[in-house]
């Protein structure tokens, strides 16, 4: 064992003596997210979610007022984000964490919880594997096997044979690619090409012609939301493949509504599947967007992640309830096994052997609006869809 890590181990040890006495005091939540930097407005939607939950729910549990606190990770970093959830446990000594955008900083922060007795609540990252690195993490996001899996029958329902899938080299890119294939050869179709980008790539026009010359009559892409996705639907559009009628498929990271205002006309059309869109017609939406959209200042930046913060939030707060204010991880995390609720999203469920989140997935197309604006329109449904990445494992 190294020095640093024997200190670590020492600092922990020390937190969760003084933890176990204590009683009716604030309850910390430390929240690791992208707030600055080319995915700021991620980071963006986790606070939204976050202020959006408390504000409807209130600010306390059992008596325990709780406390958020934020710490930034611009891009994927997963030396960083480790470093960063070990200030949080042992300096600010939350007792839960939440957020992480990326698979490679989820990945790095579970071997931490066991000794830090902390459960982590993940809003976004994506890769079904992060599931089984610790018992003590909950996923109230989906999963890029879950989203796409539908993808596959309904290319085929639209007279698609083959395809070229196009995602980024990284866990949820390959879990994407691998799902979809599998579901749309289980369908009667073919994948003649799979491309595998790397993450920082910026230039879509030699992979658009890459797309024209395979012949395909569709291609399906998953690339993780923010400039990427932006760059990527753009490059689609501009380099004729839309106009030449070839098909696109892709889970809903690519038309996310905070990116639809530039995609314009553009974006009308696009099929994706995803577990949420803003635009999802329930009570319990209409309530959460209200509060979300003033919490993030403008409609129009409301996305995704904001729907996994505050489920994340409603599963820190039962965890919370569940405990009493004392820490306890593994307590926490078996209060909230088979835990079922009506989300923005539409019904949800934690599963107790996953610890994963069950929900619906839509199939959406962008539409005009009668005021003018784009908007991920729901056309079809999916219900009661696990993580088939999961089942896999």
């Known amino acids: 064992m190294t020095a640093g890590k024997k200190i670590l181990g020492a600092a922990i040890g020390a937190l969760l003596m003084s933890s176990v006495s204590a009683y009716a005091e604030t309850i910390k939540v430390g929240i690791i997210g992208p707030f600055s930097g080319p995915f700021a407005l991620q980071g963006k939607n986790f606070q939204a979610g976050v202020e959006a939950y408390m504000a409807l729910n209130g600010k306390s549990v059992k008596g325990h007022d709780v ?61 079904s594997a992060i599931m089984n690195t610790s018992p003590l993490v909950v996923r109230t996001s989906f999963t890029t096997a879950q989203t796409t899996t ?92 839309k106009k030449a009628g070839i098909k696109f498929y892709a889970p809903g990271d690519l038309t996310q509504e905070s990116d639809l205002p530039a995609l314009g006309e553009a974006a009308e059309g696009l099929k994706t599947s995803f577990h949420y869109a803003v635009a999802h017609d329930s009570p319990e939406n209409k309530k959460f967007v209200e509060a979300a959209t003033k ?80 908007f991920n329109k729901e056309i079809q449904t999916f219900p009661d869809q696990k993580d088939p990445g999961l089942a896999t494992q």
Do not use: C
């Open 150 to 241: 539908p993808l596959g029958k309904v290319a085929v329902d639209e007279g698609v044979r083959k395809v070229i899938t196009v995602v980024s080299d990284y866990g949820p890119g390959i879990d994407a690619e691998n799902a979809f294939k599998k579901a749309f050869e289980a369908a009667g179709g073919q994948v003649v090409e799979a491309i595998r980008m790397p993450m920082n790539t910026a230039d879509f026009s030699p992979i658009m012609q890459r797309v024209r010359d395979s012949g395909a009559a569709g291609v399906f892409a998953f690339l993780p939301s923010g400039p990427p996705t932006l760059g990527f639907v753009k490059a689609f559009n501009e380099t004729g493949l």
């Open 295 to 374: 919490a993030i200042g403008s409609a129009d930046q409301l996305s995704f992640p904001s729907v996994g913060a505050y489920d994340g939030m409603h599963v820190i707060y039962k965890m919370i309830e569940a405990t009493d204010g004392k820490q306890d991880a593994k307590k926490a995390v078996d209060a909230v096994k088979g835990l079922s609720w009506t989300s923005p999203r539409g019904p949800v469920r934690i599963e107790p052997e996953t610890r994963h989140i069950t929900q619906n997935i839509y199939l959406r197309e962008v539409a005009k609006g009668s005021d003018g604006k784009y």
């Open 67 to 127: 406390e958020v606190i934020y710490r930034d990770l611009p891009a994927a970093n997963p030396a960083q984000s480790r470093a960063l959830a070990q200030e949080l446990v042992v300096k600010e000594k939350v007792q839960y964490l939440g957020g992480v955008y990326f698979t490679p900083d989820a990945m790095a922060i579970t071997p931490l919880l066991a000794q830090a007795n902390t459960p982590l609540v993940i809003f976004n990252a994506a890769t």
